[in-house]
Antibody, heavy 124, light 108 residues
Framework: EVQLVESGGGLVQPGGSLKLSCAAS????????MHWVRQASGKGLEWVGR??????????AYAASVKGRFTISRDDSKNTAYLQMNSLKTEDTAVYYC???????????????WGQGTLVTVSS | SSELTQDPAVSVALGQTVRITCQGD??????ASWYQQKPGQAPVLVIY???NRPSGIPDRFSGSSSGNTASLTITGAQAEDEADYYC???????????FGGGTKLTVL
């Protein structure tokens, strides 16, 4: 079964740090680009960032709202992706999902599967 | 603001057909994918590529695209289709990914 399981969410004070993990199983993790997407309560989905595979130089990219504060990494030996979040703000409060990006061509890609999400609350 | 624009809410009578649209300049170059999200659950892929459904997605779901607009059509909407629907594609630079703001579908 293709599966993603996030962990590491919790309550953190503004200005603090938190590291989320995303454990993958059931597919070739090392060859997959992994993305993080978040959703504030009652709001829509917001793309956070991604890390590509070793074949694509582990290239990362981030949304403007988190660039310079968040870092995505991966450990292919553990089939796990990470989201390091620093200098957290109250507006970073959200459910964070990890998901695999599947690309069939330069003009077609999609996200499947998705993890169940982990809640990050930034509050004093 | 998102580079992909969706109507915030759409309603459909049970058994009727509904189209949910997504507009954006990047859709002239990239296909959209569509996700269904029910309360308290993670998003689920329902349409990808030109018009492909993952295993387990009913064939009443279909996708299409024209110019800068992608559409998700549900033919014969069921009560269980009531959910939020999001489109997704690359941004205009082609390097990043964006989601539409989402459409809340109500089945009457």
């Amino acid at each position: 079964e293709v599966q993603l399981v996030e962990s590491g969410g919790g309550l953190v004070q503004p200005g603090g740090s938190l590291k989320l993990s995303c454990a993958a199983s059931g597919f070739t993790f090392s060859g997959s680009a992994m993305h993080w997407v978040r959703q504030a309560s009652g709001k829509g989905l917001e793309w956070v960032g991604r890390i590509r595979s070793k074949a694509n130089s582990y290239a990362t990219a981030y949304a403007a709202s988190v660039k310079g504060r968040f870092t995505i990494s991966r450990d292919d030996s553990k089939n796990t992706a990470y989201l390091q979040m620093n200098s957290l703000k109250t507006e970073d409060t959200a459910v964070y999902y990890c998901t695999r990006r599947v690309v069939s061509s330069s003009w077609s890609g999609w996200f499947d599967p998705w993890g169940q999400g982990t809640l990050v609350t930034v509050s004093s | 603001s998102s580079e992909l624009t969706q109507d915030p809410a759409v309603s459909v009578a049970l058994g009727q057909t509904v189209r949910i649209t997504c507009q954006g300049d990047s859709l002239r170059s990239y296909y959209a994918s569509w996700y269904q999200q029910k309360p308290g659950q993670a998003p689920v892929l329902v349409i990808y590529g030109k018009n492909n459904r993952p295993s387990g997605i009913p064939d009443r779901f279909s996708g299409s695209s024209s110019g800068n607009t992608a559409s998700l059509t549900i033919t014969g909407a069921q009560a269980e289709d009531e959910a939020d629907y999001y489109c997704n594609s690359r941004d205009s630079s082609g390097n990043l990914v964006v989601f539409g703001g989402g459409t809340k579908l109500t089945v009457l």
